[in-house]
């Protein structure tokens, strides 16, 4: 029963549990994890085939949506007006006028400041003003021929505003003495674009009449133009003011500031060329200290090195130790003695008269050396402490001097403060009474910073609706929006659509596939007969017409399809076909007991013995598919009132024969675990070729689960709606036993489908099942 299976797909996948792992506790999150392979070109064209309808029915209502959007909407008209608008205006006078500078690093801030000024709400009223828009029928609406689509949201409008009125809520005062209302509606139809890159500005303005739609334009633009020199001009005036103001502070504060420096040069003596001469004294004096503490401390840090080698003992390390000829002298020739010392201790007692001497001189060379070693160390101790007591010195030499430094520089600093202040407060006052002066000519002359480029001219054609773009444009969102949506909808589809995604995804092999009769054909044909022969259908009388057993004509679809899968189970095996087999599913609902049903008709149709056991005892069915009474059965066999062929009666002319599931017992699950179950199967065994048992679903019960250890091998059936998780969360399952799952089965699949798009085209039923003497030639 763990034979190796020759099936061809597991060359590429592995088996579902290899026998080394049988019984470990396998998590189900981790069985048949699929392989991380992207999807390619074709996946991508079976979705967009898949939801071809969908596709197609939003493009089209896209265009019809559009179509009738371009028939009635009221064709506009933009008249478009350039203008380059400069930082600076032109420079009449030779000045740099204060009230006008230009906006340097902060240009972007400018050119947006300039965009919020025309699209301003009190420019739009005193152009509404000047050009009395308001008594004007065509820019108020009111003769307008409105389309269908305008109407109504003319229509809108009006209402919202009369219930916004009748609430209660406070009416906008008048601007200019123009109605708020047309203000909204002048600015609902200007547009002002600034050119990215330049100083240019569009002004278009939108209205059903191209006349006036290009007037208001031009207007627009001319009443900004005298705004800004408005503007302009209110600025210099303001600035004169303000200079005047200031230079009577001026004045006042130079006088105060030549006083102050008076006063402190004849309170401290301060000449400039003593200050400078006393000064430069100080810092040569501060250089030479410095260096010499420099020096001081470098000498310091030297003998500190060695100072920390002492402390730690390290005597070798030091440099007046390595340096001294006698000290190594001394060490060799105490290694030497040691040496001999050594050599003569091992062959002599210590009490030896030479051993003795050599002690004697072992100590005395070792007595000299630490007395040379003391001596150096001294030296260097001694040396550190007149280096650390000089740089002391050197320091407190140098903050003295810093400090007369600093007292002299605060001097020369508060001098230089006073007459800095006395300048700057000069040279102030002369900029301003020469700014004002300017800024008075400048007043005068009437400049702007802003120029038209291109004055507004009637449009000729329409700026909407663009019947071309506008239709491409819909187009275009219509198909990214149906692709989007069938992406998604397939995104969501939890289901296994074909067999080479069931094989990646459950790392399993695929047995077959069962179409769905009613879509490649109808109910009619599938229950005709086939070929002139009578194809004995059987069918279950209230189970619904999707449960169509295996036809006994030989070319039949249903035949076929569940032929195609005995061959698959008869070839899972190396050695033997299995002989026991276990049909499971892993929910309810997935046509489970049809194939079951199905399959051992296929096995029977070789001409073998087979038997079908019913071991759903919950919810038995295969007796109403087959047509036949659930009084006694597996259940009876299973408590010992019944023996197994009381309850086992022949089905049809051929060799299948069926074991029905008989009442349901209070405890299933216990009675298909018990030790009688696998006798009888065994029993069973050894009397048929193939013995097929139908079983509960494996995640909600654990009857699959117990039957799974008893049987050759296991066949999972998966629906079209069963989410795939749901399916290899059941695989998983029954690997932790150790079952032995052979394959899937996909059942009431639609080869319509463009998941079956190839299965159709080459395989197409039409061709393969046409009567005899009418078969195409291919």
Do not use: W
């Not at 000829?325 to 060799?332: D, G, M, N, R, V």
């Not at 001497?357 to 040379?372: F, G, P, Q, S």
């Not at 296991?714 to 069963?722: F, H, L």
Request: with cysteine; charged share 20%.
């Amino acid at each position: 029963m763990k034979d190796s299976s020759p099936y061809p797909i597991q060359r590429v996948f592995p088996e579902p549990l290899a026998p080394q792992y049988v019984g470990r506790g396998i998590d189900p999150d981790y069985f048949g994890a699929p392989e991380s392979v992207g999807p390619d070109l074709r996946d991508y064209l079976r979705v967009i085939r898949r939801h071809a309808k969908l596709i197609v029915s939003i493009l089209l209502a896209a265009m019809l949506l559009t179509g009738l959007v371009i028939l009635v909407v009221t064709p506009s008209f933009t008249a478009i007006s350039t203008i380059l608008v400069e930082p600076n205006a032109p420079h009449v006078l030779n000045i740099n006028e204060l009230a006008a500078e230009g906006p340097g690093s902060e240009e972007h801030d400018y050119y947006k400041t300039q965009e919020e000024i025309l699209k301003s709400r009190s420019l739009a009223a005193q152009v509404i003003r000047d050009l009395g828009l308001d008594r004007n029928p065509i820019f108020t609406g009111v003769s307008e021929n409105r389309g269908f689509f305008a109407a109504l949201l003319h229509e809108l409008r009006g209402s919202l505003a009369l219930f916004v009125n009748a609430t209660g809520s406070k009416r906008q005062p008048d601007l200019y003495g123009v109605d708020p209302a047309l203000v909204d509606h002048y600015l609902d139809h200007l547009q002002v674009k600034p050119d990215v890159g330049t100083r240019l500005f569009t002004i278009s303005f939108t209205l059903p009449s191209a006349d006036l739609a290009s007037e208001i334009a031009n207007a627009h633009v001319r009443t900004y133009i005298r705004r800004g020199m408005e503007i302009h001009a209110q600025a210099s005036e303001a600035a004169r003011q303000f200079l005047e103001k200031k230079l009577i502070e001026l004045k006042e504060r130079v006088e105060k500031s030549e006083a102050a420096l008076n006063t402190y040069r004849r309170d401290r003596g301060i000449v400039a060329f003593n200050l400078n001469d006393r000064g430069t004294i100080l810092n040569q004096r501060l250089t030479e200290m410095n260096q010499a503490l420099t020096k001081a401390e470098t000498e310091r840090i030297d003998l500190e090195a060695q100072h920390d080698q002492i402390h730690k003992r390290n005597y070798n390390s030091l440099p007046a130790v390595i340096g001294s000829s006698l000290i190594q002298q001394l060490k060799a020739q105490d290694d030497v003695i040691a040496g001999q010392y050594a050599s003569m201790s091992q062959q002599f007692k210590p009490d030896y008269p030479p051993l003795k001497e050599l002690k004697a001189k072992v100590d005395e060379t070792n007595a000299r050396l630490n007395a040379e070693i003391d001596h150096a160390v001294q030296g260097i101790e001694s040396q550190y402490q007149a280096a650390v007591a000089r740089e002391n010195a050197l320091k407190q030499s140098v903050t003295d001097l810093k400090t007369k430094a600093l007292a002299l520089n605060d001097a020369s600093l508060q001098d230089a403060v006073l007459a800095r202040e006395v300048d700057a407060n000069r040279q102030l006052y002369k900029s301003v009474l020469e700014r004002m002066k300017e800024i008075g000519v400048a007043g005068e002359v009437p400049t702007s910073n802003v120029s038209i480029i291109d004055l507004a001219t009637p449009p000729i054609e329409p700026s909407s609706p663009r019947k071309l773009l506008d239709m491409a444009v819909a187009v275009a969102l219509a198909l990214f929006a149906g692709v989007g949506i069938a992406f998604l909808l397939d995104h969501l589809d939890d289901g296994l659509h074909n067999p080479e995604e069931a094989e990646l995804y459950l790392q399993l092999p695929s047995l077959g596939s069962v179409p769905d009769f009613l879509t490649i054909g109808g109910e009619a044909e599938a229950a005709l007969p086939v070929g002139g022969v009578e194809s004995s259908l059987i069918r279950s009388g209230g189970a619904g017409d999707r449960e169509i057993t295996m036809a006994k004509n030989r070319f039949s679809v249903a035949g076929e399809s569940y032929r195609a899968i005995r061959t698959a189970i008869l070839l899972s095996r190396a050695a033997e076909a299995p002989k026991t087999l276990l049909v499971a599913s892993g929910a309810k609902s997935e046509g489970k007991t049809v194939t079951a049903v199905n399959i051992a008709m296929a096995f029977a149709q070789m001409g073998g013995r087979v038997l079908l056991i019913d071991a759903d005892l919950r919810r038995a069915r295969c007796h109403e598919v087959l047509g036949v009474h659930n009084l006694v059965g597996l259940t009876e066999v299973l408590v010992g009132q019944k023996n197994s062929a009381d309850v086992i009666r022949p089905i049809g002319d051929g060799g299948l024969s069926f074991m029905s599931a008989g009442s349901v017992p209070p405890n299933p699950t216990e009675l298909l675990a018990s030790r009688r179950m696998q006798e009888i199967l065994e029993e069973l065994t050894a009397s048929y070729d193939s013995v097929l048992i139908d079983s509960p679903p494996v995640m909600p019960v654990s009857d699959s689960v117990v039957l799974s250890r008893l049987v050759d091998g296991v066949v999972v059936v998966v629906g079209p709606r069963t989410p795939k998780q749901l399916v290899r969360h059941a695989c998983a399952r029954l690997a932790q036993v150790g079952a032995r799952v052979l394959g899937v089965v996909l059942n009431q699949v639609n080869m319509n489908s463009p998941d079956y798009y190839h299965y159709h085209r080459y395989y197409a039923y039409e061709d393969y099942y046409k009567p005899t003497g009418t078969m195409s030639s291919g």
